[in-house]
């Protein structure tokens, strides 16, 4: 069993930035590929980034793209999301999200078949 806490989250105008954190417990983090998700109110859950196990590859959807930053220290059991230019359309509540015997490549494009969740950190981007 593993349990993802997600911190950083909180209330930035367009443009700025916001890095949030994913704390992971259990001793097999380094062999979860993790992504980040985020749901707006009134809209389905969304992919918004993964990572595979040792770092090595990432992905991002193509409304985040070239300004969010996926990141894994396994030293600290710890996935970021490093998020610049952010956007009025970026607030949503963001959850962290890992996948038993996957991949990052798996884990783009729906949040369904995740094993485990976070319960959310909210950004919120004023105009």
């Known amino acids: 069993q593993v349990q993802l806490v997600e911190s950083g989250g909180g209330l930035v105008q367009a443009g700025g930035s916001l890095r949030l954190s994913c704390a992971a417990s259990g001793r097999t983090f380094s062999s979860y590929p993790m992504g980040w998700f985020r749901q707006a109110p009134g809209k389905e859950r969304e992919f918004v980034a993964a990572i595979s196990w040792n770092g090595g590859t990432t992905y991002y959807a193509d409304s985040v793209k070239g300004r969010f930053t996926i990141s894994r220290d396994n030293a600290k059991n710890t996935v970021y999301l490093q998020m610049n230019s952010l956007k009025p359309e970026d607030t949503a509540v963001y959850y962290c999200?890992?996948?038993?015997?996957?991949?990052?490549?798996?884990?783009?494009?729906?949040?369904?078949?995740?094993?485990?969740w976070g319960k959310g950190t909210l950004v919120t981007v004023s105009s």
């Open positions: 999200a890992a996948k038993r015997l996957s991949t990052a490549q798996a884990m783009r494009g729906s949040p369904d078949g995740m094993d485990y």
